[in-house]
Nanobody, 115 residues
């Protein structure tokens, strides 16, 4: 049974930084692509960033240059470093482990960017 737990969300002022963490238990972590998604109120869930098994990364245009995704296979963890945060980054952020059958999701962590 795969369990995914996100942490690190909170309230931050515009221009500030946060680091989200995602820890996965169950299964073999290192062989799956991991992704961070977000869903703002009234909007569809969207991909923020992903990282492949060999460390290749992909970012949404809206976060390029500000966010960095990384993984630590020894800790079964993936991280999202978010800098220069903007009010439009406010959302619930979800971690996902990609599988051929769809994947596993965490319950999310709320990020609020506001002064």
């Amino acid at each position: 049974q795969v369990q995914i737990v996100e942490s690190g969300g909170g309230l931050v002022q515009p221009g500030g930084s946060l680091r989200l963490s995602c820890v996965v238990s169950g299964g073999i972590f290192s062989i799956y692509t991991m992704g961070w998604y977000r869903q703002a109120p009234g909007k569809q869930r969207e991909l923020v960033a992903s990282i492949s098994v060999v460390g290749s990364t992909n970012y949404a245009d809206s976060v390029k240059g500000r966010f960095t995704i990384s993984r630590d296979n020894a800790k079964n963890a993936v991280y999202l470093q978010m800098n220069s945060l903007k009010p439009e980054d406010t959302a619930v952020y979800y971690c996902k482990q990609d599988r051929s059958t769809g994947g596993y999701w965490g319950k999310g962590t709320l990020v609020t960017v506001s002064s």
